[in-house]
């Protein structure tokens, strides 16, 4: 296989373990990519700080999208910036016809710089995600922040699937939301902070097609980056819907699916 200009990959569930850590082989692999003129991209649900805080991580990146698109982060000069937000006003519409549609739900607003929620279950299961700013369940979320990268609803007891069917056929111009198999979360991001197409955005400024790009995922947010690169690779135990978007399959993140890839592609073996 040609090597590619950019190596794109998703990071919980693709690249990290599941102890949210980078194995030494993937750094060595992707440290490897950038030696020989590629760039590296995470492109990821986590918000920034949940990517540039894994030390091993941050080094051998030479960007993060986050939020699912709606943030991109600039490693050498450490900014982030909102791209693509929800407008307020549709959030405020959106969180009201959650709250109807899923009795028991849990709220948070992420802005790209910190997190407003109105109960500490939101922290489960999630790392590096500080700060948080706890609100009273009374208390005006959407209001609270000044701007929405996304909204973030889970239900206790529940799984992402199943939220998703409760609230499929709520349609709201703008907003898209994604959901993660059994984790009891949904997301909602503006419509165009898609994987897909914030990556292609980010390559179109440099100049770069998709028939340059690999691409690596394994969950629903993963399909349109998965489709849009002119190679990609789920891997093994990815959503259905990854699976049948990628061009190819890897091994799983446990086995470091993402190095044996590029290992292969730029003949480190």
Sequence with gaps: MPAPKVIATDLDGTLLGRDGR???????????????????????????????????????????????????????SQTAELLRPVPLPVARDLHGRLRAALPGAVFAVETGERRFTQSTFHQVGVLLNDPWILLDPDDDLIGAADAVAELVVRVPGSTGEAMYEAVRDIDLPGVKLWHWGSFPEIECTAAEAAKGAA??????DRGI?????????????????LAWAGRS?????????????????????AEDGVAQIIEAVLDLT
């Design 233 to 253: 690779f789920a891997v093994a135990g990815a959503h259905p819907d990854a699976a049948a978007a990628a061009t190819g399959r890897t091994g799983p993140a």
């Design 209 to 225: 097609g998709a028939e340059d790009v690999i691409a690596f995922g394994d969950m629903p947010n993963d399909v349109s980056m």
């Design 199 to 204: 990556l292609a955005a980010w390559c179109v």
């Design 22 to 76: 980078l194995s030494t082989r993937n750094q060595k692999a992707l440290q490897s990519a950038r030696e020989h003129g590629v760039l590296t991209v995470a492109v990821t649900a986590r918000p920034p700080r949940a990517a540039y805080r894994i030390p091993e991580l941050a080094p051998v990146l030479d960007a993060a999208i986050c939020c699912n698109g709606a943030v991109v982060y600039d490693t050498a």
